[in-house]
């Protein structure tokens, strides 16, 4: 199904770089408009649906518990027949998890253990601490005494108190996490209806990359780099349950990144690519996109992250990042990512950002809206990496998420800030 395009393309002959740059959240609202999620439902094994996109709701068709039950090792006993510390209870039955007990007999009790059904009969479970034994006879015991009166419904575990029989348990749309596999199997389901894995094929342009093994360090010719984003991408979306083609580097050439844009229309959902869509002479990704498709969105409001494009080529989205592997790495976390879960049908993308407390000066405020490289100190508040140059990948690792920083605007030690924890963003 082709992308229908929801805003205007971009005239091919628009001068480089002057038009006006695209507010983060306007920006990201087209996206989204324009990220129709995919057709289509893969049953997988719920072994193997973490972080997938449930496709269609779930419905318990039982409750679960699926009885009352004792959450304690003790013994079930009936509240009426405590008339004091001296009272004995026979114990007249045991029941072990998975079987089931017979009535509980008047002044008896049973022995019952954690998760097993409560019998008819009893209204309360005394942990075994709480009780004491009586023997009789050659037997170790046949009888109890409880060290104080019993309250009615105590230790026990209401049946359908988890989940009630009929009710949604999991909504269509929901990113699956460990937790919901274990409720999903809590109530019998082995297989999961999941929204399909989107198709990406990703490439990075540049003349100057190598990659890593290929050139020893110590023969990188001058002007050579190695090619990281290429890693940290295709971990990311991994991580969101893409199936990634690697196209691996193409040359800073419009021919060849024609050809390469062409072949990965091809059975892709999405074309991403970093690099060469800045408005140097070696950036050929404009061109090209608008040679085969069009191109609707370019060069965001936002530091790092300037250089970033929106497209359709044939059928398939075109996302084009920025060569800076900090830049491309925020603007994957903050518009890509949010795109391919709704191209997964999640209908809540927005990321996570809470406010905290700046131990640190901003002093020079930028016209972009920045995203800066902090960490939470010792102290709660949160400490910012000191070089936040666009190409300083250390910043990212050593950072443990982003200040979302307002166009215009200082920060002084003690204020408060927005900050989305890339606890948040990075899975
Ligand atoms: P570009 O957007 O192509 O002008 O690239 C901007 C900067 O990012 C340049 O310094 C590039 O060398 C660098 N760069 C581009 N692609 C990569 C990559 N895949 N890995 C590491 N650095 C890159
Ligand atoms: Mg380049």
Not at 284 to 307: E, Y
């Amino acid at each position: 199904m082709s992308p229908a395009p929801a805003i205007p393309p971009i005239p091919a002959s628009a001068p480089p770089g002057r038009a006006p740059l695209k507010p983060l959240d306007l920006a990201l609202a087209e996206l989204l408009a324009l990220a129709t999620p995919l057709q289509g439902i893969e049953v997988v094994s719920t072994f193997d649906a973490d972080g997938r996109v449930l496709a269609e709701d779930l419905v318990s068709a039982l409750d679960v518990p699926a009885h009352d039950n004792s959450s304690m090792d003790g013994y079930a006993v009936r509240c009426a027949d405590w008339s004091g510390a001296q009272t004995v209870l026979q114990v007249h039955q045991r029941i072990p998890a998975g079987s089931s007990g017979q009535p509980l007999a008047p002044a008896c009790a049973a022995r019952i253990f954690t998760g097993a059904p409560i019998p008819p009969g009893a209204d309360a479970v005394v942990m075994q601490e709480d009780c004491d034994t009586v023997a009789a006879g050659d037997q170790p015991f046949t009888g109890i005494r409880m060290q104080a009166s019993p309250a009615p419904g105590q230790w026990i575990r209401r049946r359908g108190e988890d989940v009630a029989a009929g009710a949604v348990v999991l909504q269509r749309g929901e990113r699956l996490s460990p937790a919901s596999l274990g409720l999903a199997a809590s109530i019998g389901f082995s297989q999961l209806p999941v929204a399909p894995r989107p198709r990406v094929a990703l490439f990075s342009t540049g003349d100057e990359l190598v990659m890593p093994g290929d050139v020893a360090p110590a023969d990188m010719k001058p002007g050579a780099i190695y090619n990281s984003n290429r890693f940290f991408l295709k971990a990311l979306l991994q991580r969101l349950g893409c199936t990634v083609t690697d196209l691996g580097i193409v040359p800073d050439r419009l021919d060849a990144t024609i050809a390469a844009l062409q072949g990965a229309s091809q059975q892709h959902d999405l074309i991403l690519t970093s690099g060469g869509v800045s408005v140097g002479e070696e950036d050929h990704i404009k061109p090209a996109v608008q040679a085969l498709g069009s191109l609707m969105l370019w060069q965001m409001a936002i530091k790092p992250g300037k250089p970033f494009a929106y497209g359709q080529v044939g059928t398939a989205h075109f996302i084009g990042l920025p060569g800076n592997p900090v830049s491309s790495f925020v603007t994957f976390l903050l518009l890509v990512r949010p795109f391919l879960l709704r191209l997964q049908g999640v209908t809540d993308v927005a990321p996570e950002s809470m406010t905290a407390t700046a131990h640190f000066d901003w002093p020079k405020a930028d016209k972009r809206r920045e995203f800066l490289r902090v960490k939470r100190d010792a102290d709660g508040g949160l400490a910012l990496f000191d070089n936040q140059s666009s190409g300083v990948l250390t910043s990212a690792v050593w950072a443990d998420g982003l200040v979302d920083n307002p166009a215009g605007q200082t920060i002084a030690h003690g204020d408060t800030v927005q900050f989305m924890p890339f606890s948040a963003l990075l899975s």
